[in-house]
């Protein structure tokens, strides 16, 4: 099978279209036929090994400190079943899935065995594969911090910045979902896309500074890391919460103290171990019945992948990024 190797961390063009092995199922897996994956913004610092000091240690410990110990990335993936293990009862062949491949990577390839148990679930009848294959990392993540973590309730005022990119497209359709109000923040040219997947309002920060305007949140969720933790702290409602994708030693120590001085709250959290089977079954719900689909904003062939890389890291992709593998 036809699949993107990498063996050493570097630049994108240390990945190279290979033919390697295709998998078979063991007993309690099935077999993917990938017909697409995506390019997330953590992929390209897992290339690099580019992580923030603090955790270089442990990523390294993991994944390899010199070269990659799983040289195939992608984490989501949406395909249809080719075959199954004799033990597997939940999927047959022919089933149309989405999913997550876990830690171990796989889903830049034609094909990946994954666990029956594992984060994986019927797609959405509604959603292309392109499409489907997004509906995984950046809502999860968005979920998790805003239900799972940031306890969102109806009613409640809610700022999402960053609300142009993977994480952020998703947070504010959840966040809508949930009955809030919704403000999102992002550059010019996302503007009239944010408004229309359901923001209230939208703030153009190149314009204009969003803890200056006098309003106050019940949640703010930081998406991409930009934002100023003592600023965002003044504009939160009594026992409101600063939700953080991005952060550093300071914030973590700020979670265990902050509530005990004025109520409010500073969480960050590794969201990919709050993710359950379940949450998969949701988002399938929500996007048949219109209150979630992924925002794609370019779709590459499996053998661009060195573009999509490249694409990704300039930071300025709206929404997704998806691989066509078929």
Same mark, same amino acid.
């Given at each position: ?31 993917? !036929?990938?017909?697409? +994956?995506? @390019? ?6 897992? !290339? ?5 000091? %603090? ?16 040289? &195939?990335? #992608? ?18 062949? #022919?089933?149309? &899935? ?5 830690? /171990?990577? #796989? ?9 029956? =148990? ?7 009848? $509604? ?12 809502? %999860? ?9 940031? /306890? ?5 005022? &809610? ?9 952020? +497209? ?10 809030? =109000? ?19 309002? @939208?703030?153009?920060? +190149? ?5 200056? $305007? ?47 001085? $004025?109520?409010?709250? @500073? ?9 359950? !089977? ?11 019945? #219109?209150? %979630?689909?992924? &925002? ?21 992709? +709206? ?5 066509? @593998?078929?």
């Amino acid at each position: 099978m036809k699949a993107i190797v990498f063996k050493s961390y570097g630049d994108p063009e240390v990945l190279q279209l290979e033919e390697i092995e295709k998998p078979s199922p063991k007993n309690n897996e099935v077999l993917v !036929r990938i017909y697409a +994956t995506s @390019v997330t913004a953590e992929d390209p610092k897992m !290339r690099g090994f580019n992580h923030p000091p %603090l955790l270089k240690f442990p990523i390294g410990l993991m994944f390899g400190f010199k070269k990659p110990k799983n040289p &195939v990335l #992608g984490i989501e993936f949406a395909g249809i079943i080719e075959n199954v293990g004799s033990k597997v009862k939940n999927f047959k062949k #022919g089933d149309q &899935v989405f999913g997550y491949t876990g830690l /171990k990577f #796989g889903a830049y390839a034609q094909y990946k065995c994954l666990p029956e =148990n594992g984060l994986l679930n019927i797609k959405p009848n $509604n959603l292309s594969f392109e499409e489907a294959a997004c509906l995984v990392n950046g809502p %999860l993540s968005a979920l998790t911090y805003l239900k799972k973590k940031g /306890k969102i309730k109806k009613g409640d005022h &809610v700022l999402i910045y960053g609300a142009s990119g993977s994480v952020g +497209t998703a947070a504010v359709q959840l966040a809508k979902y949930f009955e809030t =109000n919704v403000t999102g923040v992002c550059s010019t040219k996302n503007v009239a896309m944010v408004k229309s997947i359901g923001a209230d309002w @939208v703030i153009d920060y +190149t314009k204009q500074d969003f803890t200056q $305007n006098g309003q106050k949140y019940d949640l703010i969720f930081d998406t991409v890391g930009k934002t100023a933790m003592k600023d965002c702290l003044k504009i939160l409602n009594p026992k409101g919460k600063y939700l953080l994708t991005d952060f550093g030693l300071s914030h973590i120590l700020l979670t265990f103290f902050t509530s005990l001085f $004025n109520g409010k709250k @500073v969480i960050v959290a590794s969201s990919n171990f709050y993710w359950k !089977r379940e949450d998969l079954k949701f988002f399938k719900e929500l996007a048949e019945n #219109g209150h %979630l689909k992924p &925002v794609i904003d370019k779709i590459f062939p499996l053998d661009q992948m060195i573009n999509a890389h490249k694409y990704v890291e300039l930071g300025h992709k +709206t929404g997704n990024v998806s691989i066509s @593998v078929q």
